[in-house]
């Protein structure tokens, strides 16, 4: 099993983009040089980031910025299983310059008519879950790199958020947690080899930490007997590093797992009846920022516009070019076509649709399903409803429409 959280490149964590937001005189203009990657401005009700565009940094077309509601954020700890304080639905008033909130969808009838709600749906719909959950005991193992510092401090924090958004779908379980730095990755390896019998702990040296200015990617391992690995390598100090995302993103492949109750194969043996890829990664993509968003539709939106700032900006990415995106068993001439790391956003807003439609739970239900040796599409007319064959151009179509791309 291999997990990548990358977006820029087949390295892992590159494009999980940085919402540090930084000020200054001069105001953005899209396509103008800024001057670091991943900051960002508001300007005149827009967010502006600055992205890579070939090898200068640019900054992008921005994103509208009309809606905001913050609670406070429940801090559950390893140990315990707090019930979090109940807060009211928050009332989304519109700025005096926002539209009103759109009208989300309630069946894949009404779609495409009401894609402007599908984000706000998916994001209420995974914080109300939240809110009204208890955390699942996990119990933590860190196992830390001898001259390794933990990026992200608290870990617990998002992997109790992602066990309250999928509360129901996960069972009390240690979770290893195997932490290093580039000088500590011959020891990660042992490490790795210690806790998962016979996996590929190359995987350490050839993709997660390559180099010491690559060192920076998240796996997640199972092994069948109830041994659970999360990796984390700690050579970036970006957004997504110490946020908490990258460790919501891998532990939401741990609980993939553990509802199909088998790890998950290697990329080439990657068939039916496993869910494809861009499920498994979308999920988890759409998971982080959910989960550690959940406070904030704002910040959700904001983390959702930067991880798929690609798809906003190239016209390519109409409903027709989806449509052909969303296939199991990919022949090899798909993967010429499509980027690695369209696993990610593409996959990431397709779940964010079934979340709208019928909440969390209903995403991972299909892992659930799968694990009776169903294939894929099978398992999701069970759980949605609907043939995924009928279901996938009116998502596409609902996809092309939020990313600006069709009329």
Same mark, same amino acid.
């Given at each position: 099993? +291999?997990? +990548?959280?990358?977006?820029?490149?087949? %390295?892992?964590?590159?494009?999980?983009?940085?919402?540090?937001?930084?000020?200054?005189?001069?105001?953005?203009?899209?396509?103008?040089?800024?001057?670091?990657?991943?900051?960002?401005?508001?300007?005149?009700?827009?967010?502006?980031?600055?992205?890579?565009?070939?090898?200068?940094?640019?900054?992008?077309?921005?994103?509208?910025?009309?809606?905001?509601?913050?609670?406070?954020?429940?801090?559950?700890? *390893?140990?315990?299983?707090?019930?979090?304080?109940?807060?009211?639905?928050?009332?989304?008033?519109?700025?005096?310059? %926002?539209?009103?909130?759109?009208?989300?969808?309630?069946?894949?009838? @009404?779609?495409? #008519?009401?894609? +402007?709600?599908?984000?706000?749906?998916?994001?209420?719909?995974?914080?109300?879950?939240?809110?009204?959950?208890?955390?699942?005991?996990?119990?933590?193992?860190?196992?830390?790199?001898?001259?390794?510092?933990?990026?992200?401090?608290?870990?617990? /924090?998002?992997?109790?958020? /992602?066990?309250?958004?999928?509360?129901?779908?996960?069972?009390?379980?240690?979770?290893?947690?195997?932490?290093?730095?580039? @000088?500590?990755?011959?020891?990660?390896?042992?490490?790795? @080899?210690?806790?998962?019998?016979?996996?590929?702990?190359?995987?350490?040296?050839?993709?997660?930490?390559?180099?010491?200015?690559?060192?920076?990617?998240?796996?997640?391992?199972?092994?069948?007997?109830?041994?659970?690995?999360?990796?984390?390598?700690?050579?970036?100090?970006?957004?997504?590093?110490?946020?908490?995302?990258? #460790?919501?993103?891998?532990?939401?492949?741990? /609980?993939?797992?553990?509802?199909?109750?088998?790890?998950?194969?290697?990329?080439?043996?990657?068939?039916?009846?496993?869910?494809?890829?861009?499920?498994?990664?979308?999920?988890?993509?759409?998971?982080?920022?959910?989960?550690?968003?959940?406070?904030?539709?704002?910040?959700?939106?904001?983390?959702?516009?930067?991880?798929?700032?690609?798809?906003? +900006?190239?016209?390519?990415?109409?409903?027709?070019?989806?449509?052909?995106?969303?296939?199991?068993?990919? *022949?090899? #001439?798909?993967?010429?076509?499509?980027?690695?790391?369209?696993?990610?956003?593409?996959?990431?807003?397709?779940?964010?649709?079934?979340?709208?439609?019928?909440?969390?739970?209903?995403?991972? #239900?299909?892992?659930?399903?799968?694990?009776?040796?169903?294939?894929?599409?099978?398992?999701?007319?069970?759980?949605?409803?609907?043939?995924?064959?009928?279901? /996938?151009?009116?998502?596409?179509?609902?996809?092309?429409?939020?990313?600006?791309?069709?009329?």
């Amino acid at each position: 099993m +291999r997990s +990548r959280v990358s977006l820029a490149s087949l %390295a892992l964590g590159a494009l999980l983009i940085s919402s540090t937001q930084a000020y200054s005189a001069n105001p953005p203009k899209p396509g103008a040089t800024c001057s670091k990657f991943g900051t960002s401005q508001t300007y005149k009700g827009k967010k502006y980031t600055c992205v890579k565009n070939g090898k200068r940094l640019i900054w992008n077309q921005g994103v509208a910025v009309t809606y905001t509601a913050s609670i406070p954020t429940p801090t559950p700890t *390893p140990t315990s299983n707090p019930t979090p304080t109940p807060h009211p639905t928050p009332t989304l008033e519109p700025s005096k310059t %926002a539209s009103p909130l759109p009208k989300t969808p309630t069946s894949f009838d @009404d779609l495409v #008519e009401n894609y +402007r709600g599908i984000a706000y749906a998916a994001w209420s719909k995974s914080r109300e879950k939240i809110l009204s959950s208890k955390t699942t005991n996990i119990n933590l193992k860190l196992i830390l790199g001898p001259t390794s510092q933990l990026t992200y401090k608290e870990p617990m /924090v998002p992997i109790n958020l /992602v066990s309250r958004l999928y509360s129901g779908y996960i069972k009390e379980i240690e979770l290893n947690y195997l932490a290093f730095n580039y @000088d500590d990755r011959e020891w990660a390896m042992k490490q790795m @080899d210690a806790v998962i019998y016979n996996n590929d702990s190359r995987w350490i040296t050839y993709t997660a930490c390559k180099t010491r200015d690559t060192c920076w990617g998240g796996g997640a391992f199972y092994d069948g007997m109830n041994n659970y690995l999360a990796v984390v390598a700690l050579g970036s100090f970006d957004a997504n590093h110490t946020s908490g995302t990258l #460790e919501a993103h891998e532990f939401t492949h741990v /609980v993939q797992q553990m509802n199909y109750k088998a790890f998950r194969p290697p990329v080439e043996f990657l068939m039916d009846p496993w869910p494809p890829d861009w499920y498994w990664e979308g999920q988890a993509l759409f998971t982080q920022q959910a989960a550690v968003y959940y406070d904030s539709f704002s910040s959700y939106m904001s983390e959702r516009a930067a991880n798929a700032e690609e798809l906003f +900006r190239l016209p390519k990415f109409n409903s027709q070019h989806i449509e052909s995106f969303f296939v199991f068993n990919a *022949p090899e #001439e798909w993967r010429k076509t499509y980027e690695r790391w369209r696993l990610y956003d593409l996959g990431a807003m397709f779940v964010e649709i079934l979340t709208a439609l019928k909440g969390p739970d209903s995403t991972m #239900e299909v892992w659930r399903v799968a694990n009776s040796g169903v294939k894929f599409d099978v398992a999701f007319e069970k759980v949605y409803g609907i043939s995924f064959s009928k279901a /996938v151009p009116i998502m596409a179509k609902a996809i092309a429409l939020q990313l600006g791309h069709e009329k």
